[in-house]
């Protein structure tokens, strides 16, 4: 009876505060102790209880009121963050206001008007949060006092740590305490794992849910290109002003890298209890992708003296960035991808019961993680490529492609695992790990094939550019670019693989294919640079490919002779009105699935999906470098660089069928997923904005890298011709048996230099990943959900 009496009067003091026309004064402590002295309200009754509508009305027809309740509850932490909360009344006060606060906070944020509010100061609350101090210069504004409770608060003996003391009489002084004594999980720079304690793990959630809130005024601001306009609320969290900003970096990365989901191993053990590490380690990563975004820049707010005096030009002003980039211990590392690995392949694990162990939803945080550390700190990307520890987060990262391909609501996560893979493969290390045998076999919808984690690679690829949906054809450029960068390292293809490769370029060389838009011929670009660097560096053990590719010339010579009149184009582009369908899938030789595999699905209908601004073309995604006989890189000027797929950087310009911004009049403009459909409907409508010309035909066609393959063709066919006729040869091994042994020194024309597209940040990269994880960050909390029906700007939320 209790607490339906508590939710009751909760209720009842929500209803007065909606009602009351004048302004309550901030002493009458009766009426705004009702918001907070209830003992029994969980932050989904606050949710209930205090309906959108309502709060939207206070907001405009009472705003001195809104004002009050919000200055009111931060008050209340600031006490609590400076009493550390003995008593058990306290520390249900300071949770009833986290959680009024995690539900008012996003309508301050969606009126423009508001926004300013907790960067004012607020007379009477002064730095000390005493009263002494209420001049302007004294007075801290709300937001930084919120904050800074809020890190207090997340170090506080007995409430979110445990407590050192050693009598039970001594209370620890908050103000003298050393945080990096309490840090949260050992691992990088912290030795002891302190007890579990679930009620400390339920209070650091609701704090940090509070933290992410505060953190998500970004998600009301049109995306924009300019990356100097920074998060208030990040860069004073992460700056000097926080005194706890290294012990808490540290046991955020510490508790998601140590998190074990499957526990003691025992069977449906997270059935029979709730797992609360789980929800702490969740709103940890969201917190480190958030704070991590920001490397530096200028807030969009003047700045106070204090945090300009304390800005250093040696590092980033982001002190959870300069923590990041300044790991460097082998064993900090290796616990750090250790970790993670662990996690990413958790979904993949298989069990003899079914759903018998725990399953992490939080895979694209994750990766969206594992990218920053990859980007912030080099050092540890090489150290991840430095073994073949790497494959245990590619081979997860191939299984969320091909599980994904075929779901329009999980087109993000088809793009991170791509950049990721794309900035891994510009490093030659990679390439060379990807030849170590696969043996792990995930279960995933893909032909059965024996070789190596390079086969699983372009069989995966072939996967989603063959069996994905439409709106991966961007992604297109970026799949076949990875493909080129590791090409020159893959000792041995096996068939399946071979044929795969083979298959896409008989598909992509169709004359309607190559003539249906200005971009499709780069394509073939990319997969005739990966076949000649394999021929010139990697020939002796890929006679399986050799052998696709002599079994297949009629492609090659069908690619040479590429009809350029104006009939020819014009019965290509007719032929297209026919087969719509992007790629033949019937000559693709489909074989039987892993066996435990599961099709990829469309989403189900009414899956939420936040929509994405446009990505880059892949020409400004990368740019190219040489690798030079010691194994060095060497920048290739782009004026200078061969022509190889971007040869034809004008018609780049009519980029309306593809959501890359290639165009140089693009550069800097956003759109949203739904404004590029209406592009890509309204250019099919009208074909007269590009239409293929002979001109335009020849331009490339001349260019084609045909060179080394046809010489191969020429010196290889008549061979295995000749040998068939005279031993009667129709088994396929004892032609590749030739192929093995054969030589092709000093046949080929002189090996061009290795060229790898490596990839670079840009300000549309930047904001792509924005969006990407603000919108993962809003539909990964339902419970309670934050931010839903709110008026976010940044992204638009779609139902499927």
């Known amino acids: 009876m209790g607490s339906t009496d508590s939710k009751l009067n909760f209720r009842k003091a929500v209803i007065q505060l909606t009602t009351k026309t004048q302004p309550v004064e901030a002493t009458d402590d009766a009426f705004w102790d009702q918001f907070w002295t209830d003992t029994t309200t969980t932050v989904q009754d606050v949710f209930a209880l205090v309906p959108a509508a309502e709060i939207r009305a206070v907001r405009e027809e009472s705003p001195s009121n809104l004002a009050t309740l919000c200055y009111k509850a931060v008050e209340k932490l600031v006490q609590g963050a400076e009493s550390g909360c003995p008593t058990e009344r306290e520390k249900q006060v300071i949770l009833n206001c986290t959680r009024i606060l995690t539900r008012i906070l996003p ?63 001594l209370v620890e002084n908050m103000q003298s305490i050393d945080s990096c004594e309490y840090i949260w999980e050992a691992g990088v720079g912290f030795a002891q794992s302190p007890p579990l304690n679930y009620i400390h793990d339920l209070n650091r959630t609701e704090l940090l849910r509070l933290l992410l809130t505060c953190f998500s005024e970004a998600m009301y601001l049109p995306p924009s290109s300019d990356n100097s306009v920074l998060n208030p609320w990040v860069t004073f969290f992460c700056s000097t002003e926080n005194r706890h900003a290294l012990p808490l970096f540290t046991s955020l990365l510490n508790v998601v890298c140590a998190y074990d989901p499957v526990g003691y191993g025992i069977p449906y053990n997270h059935l029979l209890f709730s797992d609360y590490r789980e929800q702490l380690v969740e709103q940890a990563v969201q917190i480190l992708i958030v704070t991590l975004e920001h490397d530096g820049g200028v807030p969009h707010r003047p700045a106070s003296p204090s945090s300009i005096e ?92 091909n599980d994904a391909r075929a779901d329009q609501s999980r087109v993000g996560l088809m793009h991170i695992g791509v950049f990721i893979l794309l900035l891994l493969s510009g490093e030659r290390n990679f390439g060379v790990r990807l030849n170590k045998p696969y043996s792990v076999h995930v279960p995933m919808d893909i032909p059965v094939f024996t070789g190596t984690h390079a086969d699983l690679l372009i069989v995966v690829f072939h996967k989603i550019i063959t069996t994905g949906h439409q709106r991966l054809q961007p992604l297109f450029d970026c799949l076949l670019t990875i493909v080129v960068n590791v090409s020159p390292y893959l000792k041995s293809l096996s068939m399946v693989a071979a044929n795969k490769l083979l298959h896409l370029l008989e598909a992509f060389s169709t004359s309607w294919f190559l003539f249906s838009t200005a971009q499709n011929h780069h394509l073939v670009f990319f997969l005739l640079e990966a076949f000649n660097n394999i021929i010139q560096y990697q020939f002796d053990g890929n006679c399986n490919l050799v052998y696709a590719i002599i079994r297949k010339r009629n492609v090659f010579h069908q690619l040479a002779n590429l009809p350029s009149d104006p009939p020819s184009i014009h019965r290509a582009l ?14 693709s030789q489909e074989t039987v699935s892993m066996e435990g595999s ?15 601004v446009a990505m880059p073309g892949i020409d400004k995604l990368t740019e190219k470098s040489q690798v030079s006989e010691d194994g060095t890189m060497v920048s290739v000027p782009k004026a200078d660089s061969p022509p190889t797929a971007h040869s034809e950087q004008s018609v780049v310009a009519a980029t309306s069928d593809t959501e890359s911004n290639s165009g140089k009049d693009n550069e800097d403009v956003f759109y949203t997923e739904a404004e590029m459909e209406r592009r890509r409907l309204s250019s099919a409508s009208s074909a007269s904005v590009w239409t293929p010309t002979p001109e335009w035909v020849l331009s490339w066609k001349c260019k084609l890298p045909l060179q080394t393959i046809m010489r191969l063709l020429q010196v290889l066919v008549p061979q295995v011709e000749k040998i068939c006729i005279d031993k009667g040869l129709t088994d396929e091994s004892e032609i590749l048996k030739f192929l093995q042994h054969g030589t092709l020194v000093g046949l080929l024309p002189v090996p061009h230099p290795i060229l790898i597209r490596k990839y670079q940040a840009n300000a549309g990269t930047a904001m792509w990943f924005r969006t990407y994880m603000w919108g993962v960050v809003y539909l990964r909390n339902v419970d309670p959900p934050i931010w839903y029906d709110t008026d976010v700007r940044l992204f638009e939320i779609q139902r499927m």
């Open 574 to 587: 007719q032929r297209k009105r026919k087969s719509p369908d992007v790629i033949s899938r019937t000559s």
């Open 310 to 401: 304390e800005h250093e030009s040696t590092g980033p002003e982001n002190l959870f960035v300069n923590y990041l980039s300044r790991i460097h211990r082998e064993e900090d590392f290796d616990f750090v991808l250790k970790g993670l690995a662990r996690l990413l392949t958790n979904p993949l694990t298989q069990t003899y019961l079914p759903n018998s162990t725990k399953k992490i939803q939080f895979h694209q945080e994750l990766l969206v993680l594992f990218w920053k550390l990859c980007d912030f700190n080099k050092k540890f990307l090489f150290f991840v490529l430095k073994s073949s520890d790497v494959l245990d987060i590619l081979v997860p990262i191939l299984y969320y492609l």
């Open 598 to 612: 599961h099709p990829a699905v469309p989403a189900e209908p009414g899956t939420l999906k936040a929509s994405l």
């Open 107 to 169: 309508y301050i944020f969606e009126d423009q008007d508001w926004r300013g509010f907790f960067w004012s100061t607020v007379p009477g609350a002064g730095r000390c949060g005493t009263d002494e101090l209420d001049d302007d210069d004294g007075a801290r504004p709300l937001a930084e006092s919120l904050l800074l409770a809020i890190a207090d608060l997340l170090f506080c003996p007995d409430f979110t740590v445990h407590s050192h003391r050693k009598g039970p009489d």
